[in-house]
Nanobody, 114 residues
């Protein structure tokens, strides 16, 4: 099976930046698709960013231009660079990787204060 280890979360002030990492290990053949989700208190889980195996990216409208999803094939790692953070970005962030089955990380907390 595949294990996803997330890191990079924390607390920052509005306007700050964070980079989330999600390292995959285990029985990995190749990463076909990767995505970042988040769930804020009192809200449903939502897709934040997605990257296909052909490097086509898709972003939630509210983060478009501020967040960037990327991958490092050699490290089997997916990243989410978050710039110009806003308080409404506060949430638990989860990575999801298809290899080719779907796997979830345990989540990393991001807190943005005014």
């Amino acid at each position: 099976q595949v294990q996803l280890v997330e890191s990079g979360g924390g607390s920052v002030q509005a306007g700050g930046s964070l980079r989330l990492s999600c390292a995959a290990s285990g029985s990995i053949f190749s990463i076909e698709l990767m995505a970042w989700y988040r769930r804020a208190p009192g809200k449903e889980r939502e897709l934040v960013a997605q990257m296909t195996s052909s490097s086509t990216t898709t972003y939630k409208e509210s983060v478009n231009g501020r967040f960037t999803i990327s991958r490092d094939n050699a490290k089997n790692t997916v990243y989410l660079q978050m710039n110009s953070l806003k308080p409404e970005d506060t949430a638990m962030y989860y990575c999801r990787v298809w290899a080719p089955q779907s796997y979830w990380g345990q989540g990393t907390q991001v807190t943005v204060s005014s």
